[in-house]
């Protein structure tokens, strides 16, 4: 069964860093598109950034770019993203998501909120 | 691309039908023949769940009552027979450039 598990988020200040993390289980997060997605709230969904199976290639929306960092671990088969230089339309629920392909994710997780504000 | 549905919001009897609109600002045919439009619905609560991909094609576990069709810039999502479960928040998504999501369709059983 395919399960994704975010954590890491939470209260952070402007201007601050964060690292959320997601879990997964039931495939192999270096053979799948591995993408955040989020959702400010009451708001719709964001495209975030994306990596590519194999050799890891990666890409941002425009309204991350610099900022944010995604990255997996194929030995503890978990997503990361690096979060710096947060801002309050940062705040959002954060998503993790796999595809086969890089055109849609067909398995997403339950999301961590992520809260910046002073 | 950008998305855009109609309507935004959508109260249904149960039993009854419903379709929701979704136009891209361009053509989502790939030059692969596939047309990269996705839709999604997200149930009060939880996180979205894939229910039509490339158009028309219903993903593992999907109702039948769900279909989509169309092509180029304009697509269609259709449930024959609205069912309490089906209430949430419905997207449609464009795969071709990244991903663009439409604002979202509520619908709610009367």
């Known amino acids: 069964e395919v399960q994704l598990v975010e954590s890491g988020g939470g209260l952070i200040q402007p201007g601050g860093s964060l690292r959320l993390s997601c879990a997964a289980s039931?495939?192999?997060?270096?053979?799948?598109?591995m993408s955040w997605v989020r959702q400010a709230p009451g708001r719709g969904l964001e495209w975030v950034s994306i990596i590519y199976s194999g050799g890891g290639t990666t890409y941002y929306a425009d309204s991350v770019k610099g900022r944010f960092t995604i990255s997996r671990d194929n030995s503890k088969n978990t997503l990361y993203l690096q979060m710096s230089s947060l801002r309050a339309d940062d705040t959002a629920v954060y998503f993790c998501?796999?595809?086969?392909?890089?055109?849609?994710?067909?398995?997403w997780g339950q999301g961590t909120l992520v809260t910046v504000s002073s | 691309i950008v998305m855009t549905q109609t309507p935004l919001s959508l109260s249904v009897t149960p039993g009854q039908p419903a379709s929701i609109s979704c136009k891209s600002s361009q053509s989502l045919l790939h030059s692969d023949g596939k047309t990269y439009l996705y839709w999604y619905l997200q149930k009060p609560g939880q996180s979205p769940q894939l229910l039509i991909y490339?158009?028309?094609s219903r993903f593992s576990g999907v109702p039948d009552r769900f279909s989509g069709s169309g092509s180029g810039t304009d697509f269609t999502l259709k449930i024959s027979r609205v069912e309490a479960e089906d209430v949430g928040v419905y997207y449609c998504?464009?795969?071709?450039?990244?991903?663009?999501f439409g604002q979202g369709t509520k619908v709610e059983i009367k």
């Open positions: 039931g495939f192999s997060v270096s053979s799948n598109y």
């Open positions: 490339e158009v028309s």
């Open positions: 998504m464009q795969g071709m450039y990244f991903w663009t």
């Open positions: 998501a796999k595809g086969v392909g890089p055109t849609s994710p067909d398995y």
